[in-house]
């Protein structure tokens, strides 16, 4: 028996007016929006439909489903959630962030012009500098927190304007509606990254942009066990390619994965608004702490573009980066006090991270280009989770302690000898490990 759509699924369209509510609040769509009952059995949550391939009714029909890389039912969800949110008409999922980008790079092709921000998550720059330069596609990195550096960036040849606004990892802004209005002047397709501001506090579509992107393994799945990606837009002419070259490369998630992005779409709101509370909390402490040089947050009062954040965007985010010096001795001083915040990639879960930019995140950005950006080896990036914020805070000052003594290291817990891993004969697996390196 083939799944058709059910017609109760009719009730919630794309862009999340749910029936009877002409205009949902977002936490309500979040809950209601995009996703579907299962027409089978009622179940309140979307199935994991966990299958390659689907009945077909006839020879040469167009079914809904023939193939889960083209589509899966758990993804269409996901899709249309995901669109839902940022106010776009179409929506796309990916396997991660990168392969989102990567799908939106793939309408270029050789003699094609990139203009982008200059401060930008380092993968993207990797894939833009490394990858698709290779193929005769230039860049132009410029610093966007100022639109005329952007508008005389465009040439005859430019196709795409690449935007993250709060930057990774130095939480600069873009007026996204003066860089969009430029770009769409100049016949040029503006992206945004919204990955750090969440459809919860920036929608860029609202601002003019035409195209989305998300790394959803970040705070829309929250949790720091699934990766994706998206691609989101209102334009269909646009939508169209992205939609083929999804298919036709395949980096689509499976199943599973779409069902945990949706489970954490659910709670996005909820989430946002304790990392933003939380992540005030730790910009001001850290603002005040005489072992912090600078503090990068568009929270505070201080930062440049304050007044820019407060107009664009609803709340501040979760994400703040602060300098302790010039070198990253203090880094690992800091490390070694550090108990609650985990040094990890990644950022937006429920528990809080940290991370040394210039040797994690943005290591495949060149040194000197790194360091001209504004990256020094100093600098520290916080995701600050959703914990108890005065916890994170006496954590904090532990930390910044030993970073600012002499030696550094609070006094670490052992952590208990892992028991030794062994194979099926009783050997140690380590030895055995040994022995077929030694063989090879
Ligand atoms: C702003 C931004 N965009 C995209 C990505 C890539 O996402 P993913 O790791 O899911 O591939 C990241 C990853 O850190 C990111 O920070």
């Not at 300098?323 to 070694?336: N, T």
Request: glycine fraction near 10%.
């Amino acid at each position: 028996m083939s799944i058709r759509h059910d017609s109760r699924n009719e009730r919630r369209d794309i862009r999340g007016e749910v029936q009877g509510l002409a205009r949902p609040a977002f936490d309500t769509i979040a809950i209601h929006g995009g996703a579907f009952d299962d027409p089978l059995s009622g179940s309140v949550n979307v199935p994991v439909y966990q299958t390659v391939t689907y009945g077909q009714d006839e020879v040469g029909g167009t079914p809904a489903y023939c193939y889960s890389r083209t589509g899966n039912p758990t993804r269409t969800a996901l899709e249309r959630q995901l669109a839902t949110l940022e106010g776009a008409e179409h929506g796309l999922a990916f396997a991660s962030g990168m392969a989102a980008i990567n799908n939106v790079l793939n309408v270029l092709k050789s003699g094609d012009h990139v203009v982008a921000g200059q401060d930008l998550y380092g993968g993207a720059y990797r894939i833009f500098t490394k990858l698709y330069a290779k193929f005769g596609v230039t860049f132009t990195f410029v610093d966007t927190t100022d639109p005329a550096n952007v508008a005389g960036a465009i040439t005859r040849r430019t196709r795409l304007l690449w935007l993250e606004s709060p930057s990774n990892p130095l939480l600069r802004l873009t007026d996204i509606e003066a860089c969009a209005g430029i770009a769409r002047r100049a016949g040029v397709v503006s992206v945004v990254d919204n990955t750090f501001a969440t459809p919860v506090l920036q929608r860029p579509l609202d601002l003019g942009a035409d195209v989305v992107v998300h790394s959803t393994t970040k705070s829309l799945a929250g949790h720091s066990d699934v990766l994706g990606g998206a691609i989101l837009t209102r334009d269909a002419e646009l939508h169209e390619p992205f939609r083929f070259f999804q298919n036709a490369v395949g980096a689509v998630p499976g199943p599973q994965d779409c069902f945990l992005v949706l489970r954490g779409l659910r709670t996005v709101g909820l989430r946002v608004e304790r990392h933003c509370l939380n992540a005030r909390r730790v910009a001001e402490f850290l603002a005040e702490h005489p072992a912090v040089k600078r503090v990068y947050y568009p929270g505070l009062a201080s930062h440049p573009q304050y007044a820019l954040a407060r107009r664009q965007q609803r709340d501040f985010g979760g994400v703040v980066s602060f300098e302790l010096g010039d070198d990253v001795e203090a880094v690992k001083r800091f490390a070694s006090g550090c108990r609650l915040w985990t040094l990890a990639e990644s950022l937006g879960g429920v528990k809080s991270l940290w991370c040394h930019p210039p040797t994690m995140t943005h290591a495949s950005v060149e040194p000197e280009v790194r360091r001209g950006n504004g990256i020094r080896d100093g600098l520290i990036r916080l995701s600050v989770g959703i914990e108890d914020a005065e916890d994170l805070i006496a954590d904090l000052a532990a930390a910044l302690e030993c970073a600012a003594s002499a030696r550094g290291s609070r006094a670490r817990k052992t952590p208990p000898e892992p028991p030794p891993r062994v194979c099926r004969d009783g050997a140690r697996l380590e030895d055995a490990c040994a022995a077929r390196e030694t063989a090879i």
